[in-house]
């Protein structure tokens, strides 16, 4: 069964249309990258599948699950997908072990002892276990977004969502970022990506999908897609 199953999905504000009819397929473990310029309404696409945003039309099916329904419950849908922006969104406040566990003490319930063993068990997949003391302002860029990547994938999530995940980040750190979500892959974690980073869509193992102006205009490995062969509109993009 697929993850995820997203049909003729459309998507406007204020009457003015952003996605005009995606469809979008993703099976349990697959990687796919969205990829396309800014403003082309890759964060509305997450934010719709999720339910932060209510499409105009279309279909969404999540596990099985009509998604689209009034009668969904949001919020368990949303506990279901981790969401990992390119601001990281981590709390200044709180050491990168407490990031992780938060969620774990607060959404689930989980005693501290057992929430910092599961937090410890996801930042040392990250490397990051020597860290997990640290402030995020002791941390780098690429360090910050590896700890939001744990906070995420403690909760347990169906699928993880990136937005952006590397554009707050130096080729250095966005590499980092990038062999994170290659292993995620060869662990068959779920996940869908949106960006507008090429170096990201090239160099991630899945299938990538090029939006512009609310459609897919194209999908296929990296390499095809972003060939001497490419769709003269992919071409114009990176011109
Ligand atoms: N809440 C909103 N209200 C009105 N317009 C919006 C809103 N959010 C996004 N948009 C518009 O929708 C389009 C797509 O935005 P977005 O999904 O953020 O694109 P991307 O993530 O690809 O940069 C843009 O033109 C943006 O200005
Ligand atoms: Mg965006």
Not at 69 to 80: E, G, M
Not at 132 to 155: E, T, W
Not at 208 to 222: C, K, N, P, R, T
């Amino acid at each position: 069964m697929a993850l995820l199953t997203v049909r003729d999905l459309k998507m406007a504000y204020d009457g003015r249309t952003v996605l005009n009819g995606i469809d979008l397929d993703l099976e349990e473990g697959e990687l796919k990258v969205v990829m396309g310029p800014s403003g082309c309404g890759k964060s509305t696409l997450l934010r719709c599948l999720n339910r932060l945003v209510t499409p105009t039309s279309g279909q969404i099916i999540f596990r099985g699950e009509d998604v689209m329904r009034p009668d969904t419950d949001v919020r368990a849908l949303r506990q279901r997908i981790g969401f990992v922006f390119q601001n990281f969104a981590l709390y200044r406040h709180l050491s990168a072990l407490e990031n992780v566990t938060l969620g774990l003490r607060k959404l689930r319930g989980m005693a501290t002892a057992a929430a910092n063993e599961r937090a410890m068990h996801e930042l040392g997949r990250m490397n990051l276990a020597e860290h997990a003391q640290k402030y995020p302002s002791q941390l780098s860029g690429g360090q910050k977004q590896r700890v939001a990547i744990a906070r995420a994938l403690a909760m347990d999530p169906a699928v993880l969502f990136f937005d952006e995940p590397t554009s707050a980040l130096d080729p250095v750190m966005s590499r980092e970022i990038i062999n994170v979500i290659n292993q995620l892959r060869r662990d068959k974690v779920s996940m869908l990506c949106v960006t507008h980073d090429l170096a990201l869509a090239r160099a991630v193992q899945g299938r990538v999908l090029f939006l512009d102006q609310g459609q897919i205009l194209a999908e296929g490995e990296a390499s095809e897609l972003f060939g001497d062969h490419a769709d003269p509109r992919i071409r114009a993009f990176f011109n």
